[in-house]
Structures are given as C-alpha cells and as structure tokens.
C-alpha cells in the first residue's frame, strides 16, 4: 500500500509496523504467471557470470558496443538500475524510463539476463534539498549530510515513503518484463549508526515490546548500579552516552532490527509484482558484517548474495572467498549469489593497485562456485572516470577496450557455457560447523580482553585452521537446531549465550559431538549480565571444570615442555582462565611461576562426546594443533591434509547427484598430486583420470574431477 504524502510523517511505531505486516502478507492476485515454475535458489538451469553495468556512468553513448562486447565475451547476466534514483526520477514525482528501457531491450536482444535493483540507498539530490532531516545523525550529533550513500534513517517515514514510491513505479514498469530475472532490494544496506530522534523514540517501543515492563529492565540491566534505575518508560534517556553492556548491545541488536525490517518491508513491496519465476535477494557488504543480522534477514529473501573484495597478486589464497561463501551458504542452507567482486585493481584511491595476476580472476570464480555460488558478477563492466570510485576498476580498463582483465572474463564465460550446466546447484555436505554469535563478538567489544585480538580476530583464526587444512565449513548461529548434522562444532569466545543455547551444546557433547571452545564462553547471559553459578555455569559438567579467577597477560606466555611441537609459535597471550579440573584432562600448562599450577588447554569426556577447552589466545600454529587433533579423532582427516601447501580440495555433489572434487593451486608455482578419489573426468579438459592418477595443476590453475 501507498501512504499518502500528507500523513507519510505522522505514522506511530504501531502504524509503521502494522503496514509492514500488511505489506508482508499481502501477494499479487493469481494470474497467468502463475503457471511459471517459482523459483529455487538450489535449481537454476546453469551458472550465471556478469557484470554490473551502468551505461548512465559513461563519458559518452557505447550502449551497442558494450552489449556486443558482453555477448562476444559470453556475459550472461547483468545487474542494472540500483545506483540511479536521480535518473529514475530526475525530479520529485517526474518518472522517467526510456533511458533504461533501452538498455533493457537491447541487453535482452542479446540474451543476456537481467537483475534489475531497486535504487533506494543513494537519494537524489532534490529529495536531500526537500527533506535533509532524513539523513543519519548518529550518536554525539554527527550529520552525514549529503554526497556519502546509504545515509538515510531507515525508519523514517519520510525517506520510506518516497522509497516506496520509486520502487512501486519502477515494478509496475518492468515487472512483465521477460529479459528480467529477479530484483535486487537496495544495496549493501545497515542502518548506518543512525541515531536520529524517530530511531530513538523507536528504541522506547522496541524496548516496551521486548521486556514488557521498566521494572524487568532495571532488573534486567542492573539499573539499581549507580541509582539509574527507571521508574517509566518516559524516563528512558537518548542512547547517548550510555555505558551500561546490556543497554549497549541491545541497542546493537535495535540497530540490526532496523535493517532487518527495512529489507523485509522492501521485499514484501516487490513480492507484490514479481512473477513466481522471478527472486528477491539483497547483497550483503563482506558477511558476516557485525552490524546487520544476516540470518534474519535472509528470511524475507528467496536467495542471498553478497559483495566480497579480497586480496590478490600474492595475497591471492582463496581464503577470503571461501569464508564469505561458506556464511553465504549457510544462511538458508543452500545456494547463492555474489553480486560483486574483484574484476581489476580496487581502492578508494590509488594506493593499492594490485591487479590480478594471470589466471586469478578465472580462480577466483571456481572458488565461488566450489563454495556453492550460481552466479559470480564483478563490480563492474567499466572502469569509472569521475567520482570516488575511479579506482576501483572494472573488466573494461579506462580507455573502455578490452585488455587482459576482459580476455580471461572472455575465457572463464565459454567454460561455464560449456560446463555450466554440470556444476550448477553444487551441493557442499560438510561435518564441521563455526558457531557464529554477533551478540559476542559486541559483547567484548563492549568488554574488551584485549588491544589486540578479539571476537573476529579468533574466529578468523579457526577459520583458516579449517581452510588450510582442507576442512570444509559451515556456519550456524545461535538459534540453529541442527548442531547433530555436524561432527565437529568450532565455537569462537561465545561471551554472550542464552541458557538455551548452552543447553543445547552440552545435549550435543552428551549425543555423541565434538566441542573447541574458545575461553570467555558462556560468562555472559543473553543480557550481557554475568552469569552469579560457579563458572562455567551450564558448560561446567561438559567442561569438567570450574574457575573462579582469570588474569591478563602481559607478555606472551609458553606452554610447558611444548607438548603439541609448536616450536617458536609455543606461544599464548592476551588472557588466562585458572582451569580447575573435575574429570578434565589437562592438555598443555602454562609455563610460568604462578600460572604454572592451572591447565591453558583442557579435554573432556561427557557422555559420548568431547569437549575441548581453550582457555587462553593460542598462536596460530597452536591453534592448527589443537583442531587437528579433535578432527582426527572424529575421523575427518585423511588425503585431503596431505596435500600441498597451496592447493585447496572441495568435494561436493551436482544437481544429479554426481559426486564432484574441486582442485584449486593457490600459487605460481604447478603443484601436484595423487588423485585419492573415485575414477572420474576432469570437466575442463575432458581428460579421464583414475584413481591414484598424478595430477599436476598449473599456476593459479583448478581441476574439476567429476566421479562415474
């Protein structure tokens, strides 16, 4: 539904959310496409690669001849239409779409699939000049004014009513349109800081819907500490200035609902016009993102997708990819997209221009899709020659001809032609999850142990324990119920958990799971209050242990006699839980006078699982030792850990249900191998390969081995 102009500024938070409902539940009536088979994120006919293309960027008119440049290089998709409000509506209610219909028809003359965006994150420039208070103030006054993007207030009625309008027009204009695959909501979207006085006054009904009544939240909150307490709701002051853990995080959680409720009232508009066949996704910034929650969005979205800018040249190891695909995925459990990634040197200026080496553009697109990607777009056809993103180039350098970038997109596009169809819908079944918690990782933001790592700096770290080492990954989240799909359960410091969930990771250790637990897990309730049991509280029977002190660590500490053969990396800092064992194993102890007498590292058996603790940062190559060593005695390791050093393994299945091992060599150097699987082809060179065949990967170079 439409708000009327003269009353878009005086809806109530009930309004507002009434009409989110409304718009959530409302569907287009039935009609004759609904006969189209509805879409499925995990049953796309092949796999996508594009571009985004902005044409209304160009210094002059080269529609045609970048359209027949994208079909000579075999570009199947574009993204269009989600930077350019100021041209879809050039002036307040003066709609306008000739320039784009041109690029739509001749993009669809071409075959090439469209992704149409809706424009809402950068606002035109009389909408700012009539409305300048729907811009972001963030906590302590600061005014983003005009010229940054995304630096609207989500919630204001204001900026959604102007929002709904555009995309109701532009819909209405291209919804029939068959070149059109699915729609984009926004882009890269968090509420941005935003702490402006509607947010604020939201926040009051935001905290009157969740805790019911001001004595639960100074109970909650421990208000009585230095006489804050509320006596009503009125009393709430602005977020400014507040120290208080629980009132910071759950403002963070706030800020996160606002970009949920945006994203999924935006969805519930175009689900009103879009055809069975067609999808709504969003593109998240580089997930996980601390600031929006991802897993909530996902929920309104018929696929994900996300924007991940990695290192490259010698920085190049597929991590960073891999990471963002292995959240992605995990998500809605299936398939997704990425919307853009690297095409040539990026940078918001011109000091890391580091384009890719030969062949790493080509890698870097089997990195995506061996992680469960169907369709890989780079930011962005052209380079740009004004504005600030002159430096982040596209597939086009800037003198707009086709060069070295354009030649190896040209190559990697007629191998998915070819091959396309046969890796499509790649399904990935792995036995290893990270317990990801954004509760946490701001919970020791608030709270920090240290200057130098924290929640993020850990995970990353097991993480890439588990990439290295050729461990496939999935994430789950707080809330997930399917922890028994997964032999081994990784978890970063979990400062924040509910009782629940705590329950539910001992019954997973009792059935059978395999626990590493970093320290600080479990200290904190769901409310960022320290939990008043004998610590570790819920974990303490799993653990096999209970503590009562910790300390910091000055310096870097070893552990005695070096019992996991670290040599120089014997090495832990930031932190020391004093472990008090019960029927835990002690692993490793500090080496140190005082410390000496408690356990760094613990395993324990409970029922007829394990769980092993960490109760201190442990280096890098500490780390590796540590989850190796639980891996292999969940029976996870084997051919996969002895490969070379810079060659990553996949393994998965396609859509008929064919099993598939992706080969990817991470270096300039060939590398090879003994094949250790099933006799199969490799389906880009046709070649048979059998098992306990040699292969030799050339640099940046990738196998894909296709069982019989």
């Not at 630096?151 to 900026?159: Q, V």
């Not at 799909?485 to 979990?494: G, T």
């Given at each position: 539904m439409i708000v009327s102009q003269e009353t878009r500024s005086g809806l109530s938070w009930a309004q507002r959310t009434g009409l989110l409902l409304v718009g959530l539940l409302c569907t287009a009536l039935p009609g004759k496409t609904q006969a189209r088979e509805p879409f499925r994120a995990d049953r796309m006919d092949t796999v996508l690669y594009g571009v985004a293309y902005y044409p209304e960027y160009m210094p002059y008119d080269r529609l045609d001849q970048d359209v027949r440049l994208m079909q000579k290089a075999g570009i199947s998709v574009v993204r269009i239409g989600e930077s350019s409000w100021g041209l879809w509506e050039p002036q307040d209610g003066k709609f306008e779409f000739a320039w784009m219909d041109r690029v739509v028809e001749k993009l669809h003359a071409a075959g090439i699939r469209i992704i149409l965006g809706t424009p809402t994150y950068s606002i035109p420039a009389w909408l700012y000049k009539e409305h300048p208070e729907i811009v972001i103030i963030r906590l302590g006054g600061q005014?983003?004014?005009?010229?940054?993007?995304?630096?609207?207030?989500?919630?204001?009625?204001?900026?959604?009513?102007?929002?709904?309008?555009?995309?109701?027009?532009?819909?209405?204009?291209?919804?029939?349109?068959p070149a059109i695959i699915g729609f984009q909501i926004d882009n890269e979207t968090s509420s941005g800081g935003a702490a402006n006085h509607d947010v604020q006054a939201g926040f009051q009904e935001y905290l009157k819907s969740k805790f019911k009544s001001v004595d639960d939240l100074n109970k909650i909150w421990g208000l009585n500490y230095w006489g804050q307490r509320l006596n009503d709701w009125s009393e709430l002051p602005p977020r400014d200035g507040i120290i208080n853990p629980g009132w910071k995080l759950e403002w963070e959680r706030y800020s996160q609902w606002l970009t949920t409720d945006f994203l999924a009232w935006q969805a519930g508009i175009v689900n009103e016009y879009k055809r069975p066949d067609q999808f709504v996704m969003h593109d998240f910034a580089g997930p996980p993102r601390p600031e929006v929650n991802e897993s909530e969005i996902v929920r309104t979205l018929d696929i994900a997708a996300a924007n991940p800018y990695h290192g490259t040249q010698d920085q190049f190891d597929g991590e960073a990819s891999s990471y963002v695909g292995d959240y992605l995925r995990s998500l809605k459990k299936t398939n997704y997209l990425i919307t853009e990634t690297n095409?040539?040197?990026?940078?918001?200026?011109?000091?890391?221009?580091?384009?890719?080496?030969?062949?790493?553009?080509?890698?870097?697109?089997?990195?995506?899709?061996?992680?469960?990607?169907?369709?890989?777009?780079?930011?962005?056809?052209?380079?740009?020659?004004?504005?600030?993103?002159?430096?982040?180039?596209?597939?086009?350098?800037?003198?707009?001809?086709?060069?070295?970038?354009?030649?190896?997109?040209?190559?990697?596009?007629?191998?998915?032609?070819?091959?396309?169809?046969?890796?499509?819908?790649?399904?990935?079944?792995?036995?290893?999850?990270?317990?990801?918690?954004n509760d946490s990782n701001y919970g020791l933001e608030f709270m920090k142990f240290s200057d130098r790592e924290n929640y993020r700096s850990i995970l990353r770290e097991m993480y890439s324990v588990l990439y290295r080492a050729n461990i496939g990954a999935d994430f789950v989240f707080p809330e997930s119920m399917n922890?028994?799909?997964?032999?081994?359960?990784?978890?970063?410091?979990?400062?924040?958990?509910?009782?629940?969930?705590?329950?539910?990771?001992?019954?997973?250790?009792?059935?059978?799971?395999?626990?590493?637990?970093?320290?600080?897990?479990?200290?904190?309730?769901?409310?960022?209050?320290?939990?008043?049991?004998?610590?570790?509280?819920?974990?303490?029977?799993?653990?096999?242990?209970?503590?009562?002190?910790?300390?910091?660590?000055?310096?870097?500490?070893?552990?005695?006699?070096?019992?996991?053969?670290?040599?120089?990396?014997?090495?832990?800092?930031?932190?020391?839980?004093?472990?008090?064992?019960?029927?835990?194993?002690?692993?490793?102890?500090?080496?140190?006078?005082?410390?000496?007498?408690?356990?760094?590292?613990?395993?324990?058996?409970?029922?007829?699982?394990?769980?092993?603790y960490e109760g201190t940062v442990l280096s890098e190559k500490l780390q590796e030792q540590v989850l190796l060593g639980v891996l292999q005695q969940a029976g996870l390791t084997g051919t996969d850990q002895s490969l070379p050093p810079s060659v990553r393994v996949k393994h998965g299945q396609n859509r008929k249900g064919k099993t598939l091992h992706y080969f990817l060599n991470y270096s300039d150097e060939a590398q090879s191998f003994i094949y250790a699987y099933g006799a199969g082809a490799d389906l880009l060179t046709q070649d048979i390969v059998p098992r306990g065949q040699r292969i030799t990967l050339k640099p940046w170079d990738v196998a894909i081995l296709e069982e019989k």
């Open positions: 005014y983003l004014y005009y010229g940054l993007r995304q630096n609207t207030d989500l919630l204001s009625p204001t900026y959604r009513f102007y929002c709904e309008r555009v995309i109701r027009k532009v819909l209405e204009h291209y919804k029939d349109n095409a040539e040197a990026i940078g918001w200026d011109s000091k890391d221009q580091y384009p890719p080496y030969d062949g790493q553009l080509r890698l870097d697109v089997y990195t995506h899709i061996s992680s469960g990607a169907n369709m890989v777009e780079y930011w962005h056809w052209h380079s740009i020659h004004y504005g600030q993103e002159m430096y982040w180039k596209g597939v086009l350098g800037h003198d707009l001809l086709p060069g070295r970038a354009y030649e190896e997109v040209s190559r990697t596009a007629h191998e998915l032609k070819r091959i396309g169809p046969e890796i499509t819908d790649f399904q990935r079944k792995n036995q290893v999850a990270i317990l990801y918690s922890l028994a799909d997964y032999k081994v359960i990784v978890v970063p410091p979990l400062y924040i958990a509910s009782e629940a969930l705590l329950k539910r990771l001992t019954e997973y250790v009792r059935g059978g799971g395999n626990v590493v637990m970093a320290f600080k897990s479990g200290f904190c309730n769901e409310y960022s209050t320290v939990r008043w049991e004998m610590a570790p509280g819920l974990l303490r029977e799993a653990a096999g242990f209970h503590y009562q002190e910790f300390s910091s660590v000055r310096q870097p500490l070893a552990l005695k006699g070096d019992p996991f053969h670290a040599g120089s990396e014997n090495k832990v800092s930031e932190w020391a839980k004093l472990l008090i064992p019960e029927t835990a194993r002690a692993l490793a102890y500090y080496d140190h006078p005082f410390l000496g007498k408690y356990p760094a590292i613990t395993t324990n058996v409970y029922g007829k699982g394990t769980l092993t």
